[in-house]
């Protein structure tokens, strides 16, 4: 088996590490998602990750909360899940690193852009958490700036719908699945790909998004090996 990319961002919301369940972290999960990517790393890509903290908590769901507290607290879930998906890496003997864009040195280091790209050369998984360390940024955001930061060929956008649509599939059972999309099409049509301020980074860096599901974790594998799962995003025209 012969990878496409050589060095890619996966982004995994916090949703989907909860499984079936709505909250919390579902072990089963976790170790399925683990398996498909050390199989990536064995192959020789270069993994970074992005994870989301929905799963235990969204800063918009802080009613009545101060906007920046809420985002902190968003902020520290991804930790949660970081270090979750760290440990059950590690437990199959890959080699893996997590940074964090606020410090909290006895428990992962600090962001550093070099470090992390040596990691990554070293064969190392490097996990982002924290976001971008700033409130009123998405994890979406997040995986859009560290992509560029760190020269992914692409993101592998795992969310628990297995790509794009133009309506909300759960409540249209007749709502039609994309292939491909441009980035302006995910702007103008409003779809719930990326925020638009991640979506817009994406297009500035010319930086290929492929939307895909994690109900089935080997998906991980077939998109890295090339197979057309999912919906792409890129710039209008290019092949």
Known sequence: MVPKYKRVMLKISGEALAGQERFGLDPHTINAISQQIHKCVQLGVQIAIVVGGGNFWRGRSGEGMDRTTADHMGMLATVINALALQDALESRGVPTRVQTAIEMRQIAEPYIRRKAVRHLEKGRIVIFACGTGNPFFSTDTTAALRAAE????????????????????????????????????????????????????CMDNNIPIIVFGLSQPENILKVILGEKIGTLVKEEGKK
């Open 150 to 201: 760190i020269d992914a060929e692409i993101i592998l956008l795992a969310k628990k719908v297995d790509g794009v649509y133009d309506s909300d599939p759960k409540e249209n059972p007749n709502a039609t699945k994309f292939e491909e999309l441009s980035y302006i099409d995910i702007l103008k049509q409003g779809l719930g790909v990326m925020d638009s301020t991640a979506t817009s980074l």
